[in-house]
């Protein structure tokens, strides 16, 4: 993911990573490997920082690690898109 978004800097194409911050309730998880689903993120955590990385607002925002787990939408309030998340990679 890194050397994408390296690699498309100046394209209009950014590159980042959303993940949930554990195990999630999706199908990619067999139902024998958790019997509580209510006890994982649910897919719905993912819905807030998907719609801010499809906004305007992230243009340019790209090489980002960010875990919907933490997400703070009044964060974006006091804090610029670039500062949002943590760098992906090394």
Known sequence: MVIWARD???TGVTVNALAP??????RMIPKSE????STVFQPEV??????????ARTDGVSGRR?????????????ETS?????????
């Open 8 to 10: 498309l800097v100046g």
């Open 34 to 37: 958790v019997g509580d689903r």
């Open 66 to 78: 960010i875990i919907a787990k933490g997400w703070d939408a009044d964060r974006l309030q006091r």
């Open 82 to 90: 670039e500062k949002i998340g943590t760098p992906a990679g090394w």
């Open 46 to 55: 993912m819905m807030a920082p998907i719609v801010w990385l499809m906004s």
């Open 21 to 26: 911050s554990g195990p999630a309730n999706t």
